[in-house]
């Protein structure tokens, strides 16, 4: 069965620090893959996804996923995080009319 | 307009009660879906309705019961429950059950006594 792994579990930064959130997946063929994000006691909200093209993504708040088949891998980054910013983040694929998450990595973000 | 809505926000019950989740969207999406969330852990699928069908059940349990009154409502039926089930329900809708985002309601926090 096709799974997704998030290894950073709890990411601790400053305010105006880089970020990086790594996620892999399982399945070798055709993936489509998403990052949600869930504000504290928010619910939660697409961040980006790919289907297929540039491998680079943009979506919302100013973060940006890549895309990289040889490593199964679509990493989730923004250049420069903000308080604002603290939440749950889980990368998610679809497969077979289901949405397979990771299983979510904390981000604290503290001023 | 991208919102799922879901009552009540909040719910306790007893192990003998009969209650009920509601989840609505107004976006024409024609495929809603039922997750469990437990605290620190992801959201795991319960049920997929296509075009107001029951699609997949991932062998939830019978005492979770499912219906889909028209494409725009999705309720989840709750009768004999156990403590363990308390979690938070978050409901969801996409265009369709392809690859489609899913758009997730607020969710309902259940305590079950």
């Known amino acids: 069965a096709q799974s997704v792994s998030q290894h950073n579990h709890h990411v601790i930064l400053s305010e105006a620090a880089s970020l990086e959130l790594g996620c892999n997946y399982s399945?070798?063929?055709?993936?489509?893959l998403f990052w949600y994000v869930q504000y504290p006691g928010q619910h939660l909200q697409l961040l980006l996804k790919?289907?297929?093209?540039?491998?680079l993504v943009k979506g919302i708040k100013g973060f940006e996923a890549e895309f990289i088949k040889s490593k199964f891998s679509f990493n989730l980054r923004k250049p420069s995080v903000q308080w604002s910013d603290t939440a749950e983040y889980f990368c998610?694929?679809?497969?077979?009319?289901?949405?397979?998450f990771g299983t979510g990595t904390r981000l604290q973000v503290f001023p | 307009d991208t919102e799922v809505t879901q009552t009540p926000k909040h719910l306790v019950m007893g192990m003998t009660n009969k209650k009920s989740l509601k989840c609505e969207q107004h976006?024409?999406?024609?495929?809603m879906y039922w997750y469990k969330q437990k605290a620190k852990k992801p959201p795991e699928l319960m049920f997929v309705?296509?075009?107001?069908?029951?699609?997949i059940n991932e062998s939830v349990p019978s005492r979770f019961s499912p219906e889909c009154p028209n494409s725009s409502l999705l309720n989840l039926h709750l009768h004999a429950l156990q403590p363990e089930d308390s979690a938070l329900y978050l409901c969801?809708?996409?265009?369709?059950?392809?690859?489609?985002?899913?758009?997730f309601g607020p969710g309902t926090r259940l305590l079950v006594l």
């Open positions: 976006m024409g999406h024609r495929a």
């Open positions: 399945y070798g063929g055709t993936v489509n």
């Open positions: 969801a809708s996409s265009q369709d059950r392809g690859p489609a985002p899913q758009y």
């Open positions: 790919y289907f297929s093209g540039d491998p």
């Open positions: 309705y296509s075009y107001e069908k029951l699609s």
């Open positions: 998610a694929v679809h497969n077979t009319d289901k949405l397979i």
